[in-house]
C-alpha cells in the first residue's frame, strides 16, 4: 500500500502535505476522533493518511 491510499479502505486518500506554497492538506482543519486510529493496522500507524471518505462514515457512525 503506497502513501497515497487510505489504510482504512484503500482508496486514494487525497493527502496534500508537502504540496504547494503552505504544505497543507485538506486534513489539516479537520478533527479525528481518537477511535478512527484503532481501524487503521499497527504497521500503517502514522505512515498513512485516512480518506475524508471514511473520516466522514466514522464521524457519522458515531453520532448514531
Known amino acids: 500500500m503506497?502513501?497515497?491510499n487510505c489504510p482504512i479502505?484503500?482508496?486514494?486518500?487525497e493527502c496534500m502535505t508537502g504540496a504547494?506554497?503552505?504544505n497543507n492538506c485538506w486534513c489539516s482543519n479537520e478533527?479525528?476522533?481518537k477511535g478512527i486510529?484503532?481501524?487503521v493496522p499497527v504497521e500503517n500507524r502514522r505512515k498513512h493518511c485516512i480518506?475524508?471518505?471514511c473520516l466522514n462514515k466514522f464521524k457519522e457512525e458515531q453520532k448514531r
Do not use: A
Not at 479502505?9 to 486518500?13: A, D, F, L, V
Open 2 to 4: 503506497s502513501n497515497k
Open 31 to 33: 478533527e479525528f476522533p
Open 9 to 13: 479502505c484503500g482508496n486514494e486518500n
Open 37 to 39: 486510529f484503532e481501524l
Open 20 to 22: 504547494g506554497e503552505l
Open 51 to 53: 480518506c475524508k471518505n
